[in-house]
């Protein structure tokens, strides 16, 4: 019921590069097993992704992203095969994964734990913020796949531990395999097969029963690993995402701050994604004037605080399950332990990926029995306090966990579903009604200048394919600043975009195509679909001067320039030569502008029909 909008979230971002996939309409032929594969990082493979414009002229010229997900991808296909493009059925078929995975979960817990914990720890479960992204956007279900698959084996596993049957263990060798076949997110699941068989195995030959209880999910992984690497797969070039074979260092780097960051989500309920995007207390602070604002610039930097959180929640939730012990038992106390040491360890194979809530799908399994049990625990001290403040103390708590776990959660769930509905369906819209040239579009090199939104940066063509529209001859982004710039013509064919702030982070170096240790230096050249870039200022490693030089005039009617404004994505006409344009600071998208270009529509053809002939 929280999530029912996500039903309507239509497509967005790599969903749009999977229907481009299927009509053949991609810069580059793929199959249906492997949808996954955006750039296999070969020269030629990249040269038609950047000419093409779906990969930025800023791109790392060996930038390969590919993710071996065959049984996600031939999902992804049968979704088109049999519903066209109905995203309401493919949000419903993302919605059956979630339900197996919560009932895996609820199958593991209630094994490991008592009922009444297991039920309240499959609740707190159910409702983790991270759930929203992969039941919302298509492309991302892998999460839900692959998990379900991973905590059936699991579950299956833990049977044939205790009851030693053969269907059990035939059962948890097979889901294994499928969890694998959905992609990399199954290590997270079998990261809790490494704590459990560490726990739960015990006597004077543990380690070989060890051994043997781990063998399927170790050879898995290594046929998993075997084969991804003879076939190319991989993720190299890229800022957002690290490669623990590609970039070890660089991985293990991040770690120290990307699994606090992770923690604090699932221990406090501290939302991930404010590590990139800022953190709204910032504002609230301010306004209740406690402190002159010159004082919190002398504090550190949110991302300080934000992995200091993170890192007392770890201490917290460590010093919690030694008082396990002591409360609940020897037996019980061990079942928390293997399940808790199993999500931080599921951690670190996702911590490559870009922090956010989807990262946790899989830790939120032994978090959320830790949380239940300490909700157990505190209750149990409510009755066993002699003083009225130790009781007060516990039922204090119990009330601020439910608060961040059930209530503020719910919350989020809410404010996610609707959030992500609302934008597929605003950005898609903004695309859609661009001031085009409809009649000249196939022939036409349409170029935005820059964006604050992933679907008029990346994915112009592609939506325009899904709504059977045709397509632009050539895509291509000039800037991605999303900040005020000057754009001046510096010759019939040649513009110049100047960036007007020092704000030029991520806009290119750091960002998904080129890696934060590959900047920019002046004098840089590129070459795209026929334009020559020339880097003329850096700063911070950031192209923040570039020239674009054209084979024709800017005037030429093939050339056709857009920008994201008050009205909608309009139509940028080029200056005379030796002027200059100011843009302001691109708009993300808005109903208001869409009205207001709607508006103008209306009194432009209210125009044609009364002028005279």
């Known amino acids: 019921m929280l999530r029912a909008p996500l039903l309507d979230a239509g497509f967005f971002a790599d969903d749009f590069d999977h229907h481009a996939m299927q009509v053949?309409?991609?810069?580059?032929?793929?199959?249906?097993?492997?949808?996954?594969?955006?750039?296999?990082?070969?020269?030629?493979?990249?040269?038609?992704?950047?000419?093409?414009?779906?990969?930025?002229?800023?791109?790392?010229?060996?930038?390969?992203?590919?993710?071996?997900?065959?049984?996600?991808s031939a999902l992804i296909a049968f979704d088109f095969a049999a519903f066209g493009l109905s995203a309401r059925y493919f949000h419903w078929h993302s919605f059956l994964w979630w339900a197996l995975l919560v009932i895996a979960v609820a199958l593991v817990l209630w094994e490991a734990m008592p009922p009444p914990m297991a039920a309240l720890a499959t609740l707190l479960f159910a409702l983790e913020e991270g759930h929203s992204l992969p039941l919302g956007w298509l492309a991302n279900r892998s999460t839900l796949v692959a998990t379900a698959f991973g905590f059936l084996a699991l579950y299956a596993h833990m049977l044939w531990r205790k009851r030693a049957g053969r269907v059990a263990r035939a059962l948890s060798i097979v889901f294994i395999v499928l969890a694998a076949s959905a992609g990399e997110y199954a290590f997270s699941a079998f990261a809790y097969f490494a704590a459990y068989e560490l726990s739960a195995t015990r006597g004077p030959d543990a380690w070989r029963a060890r051994a043997r209880g781990l063998a399927p999910v170790v050879v898995t992984a290594l046929i998993y690993l075997g084969v991804r690497s003879a076939l190319g797969y991989g993720i190299v070039g890229s800022g957002f995402y690290l490669s623990p074979t590609a970039a070890p260092l660089a991985f293990v780097a991040a770690l120290l701050w990307r699994i606090p960051v992770l923690v604090a989500e699932l221990a406090f309920g501290v939302p991930a994604d404010w590590y990139t995007g800022g953190s709204p207390w910032r504002d609230y602070i301010l306004q209740l004037q406690l402190f002159p604002a010159r004082i919190w610039l002398a504090f550190p930097d949110w991302r300080v605080w934000h992995v200091a959180i993170g890192v007392c929640a770890l201490t917290i939730v460590l010093l919690c399950l030694?008082?396990?012990?002591?409360?609940?038992?020897?037996?019980?106390?061990?079942?928390?332990?293997?399940?808790?040491?199993?999500?931080?360890?599921?951690?670190?194979?996702?911590?490559?990926?870009?922090?956010?809530?989807?990262?946790?799908?899989?830790?939120?399994?032994?978090?959320?029995?830790?949380?239940?049990?300490?909700?157990?625990?505190?209750?149990?001290?409510?009755?066993?306090?002699?003083?009225?403040?130790?009781?007060?103390?516990?039922?204090?708590?119990?009330?601020?966990?439910l608060w961040i776990h059930v209530d503020a959660a719910s919350e989020r769930d809410r404010a996610e579903a609707a959030w992500q509905r609302y934008r597929s369906e605003l950005e898609n819209t903004w695309v859609l009604r661009a001031e085009l040239d409809e009649a000249r579009i196939a022939q036409q090199h349409v170029m935005v200048i820059a964006s604050q939104d992933l679907t008029s940066a990346w994915y112009l063509p592609y939506v325009r394919r899904m709504a059977q529209r045709p397509m632009p001859k050539s895509y291509l982004l000039l800037s991605g600043a999303a900040q005020p710039q000057d754009l001046v013509r510096v010759a019939d064919n040649a513009i110049e975009l100047v960036v007007l702030t020092s704000d030029v982070a991520m806009m290119a170096v750091g960002g998904n195509y080129r890696p934060a240790n590959e900047p920019f230096h002046v004098g840089d050249v590129l070459r795209v679909d026929g334009v020559r870039v020339d880097v003329l200022r850096v700063l911070f490693g950031q192209p923040q001067a570039v020239r674009f030089t054209f084979p024709a005039s800017v005037d030429d009617p093939r050339y056709w320039f857009l920008y994201p404004g008050e009205r909608g994505l309009r139509r940028v006409v080029m200056p005379k030569v030796g002027e200059r344009l100011r843009l302001r600071r691109p708009m993300y998208p808005s109903e208001e502008a869409l009205q207001a270009q709607e508006y103008d529509r209306q009194l432009e053809r209210t125009r044609v029909q009364v002028t005279p002939n």
């Open 24 to 72: 053949g309409a991609y810069p580059v032929p793929r199959s249906r097993f492997d949808m996954f594969n955006f750039g296999d990082g070969s020269s030629t493979e990249t040269r038609r992704l950047i000419d093409s414009g779906h990969f930025p002229w800023w791109s790392d010229p060996h930038v390969h992203l590919a993710m071996l997900r065959p049984l996600c």
């Open 322 to 401: 030694r008082r396990f012990r002591a409360i609940f038992g020897d037996a019980l106390a061990q079942s928390f332990s293997w399940l808790l040491w199993g999500a931080l360890l599921s951690l670190i194979p996702v911590a490559g990926g870009m922090v956010s809530a989807r990262l946790t799908v899989a830790a939120a399994l032994g978090f959320d029995a830790a949380i239940a049990a300490l909700l157990f625990a505190l209750f149990l001290g409510v009755s066993k306090r002699p003083s009225w403040l130790g009781r007060s103390v516990c039922l204090v708590l119990c009330a601020v966990l």
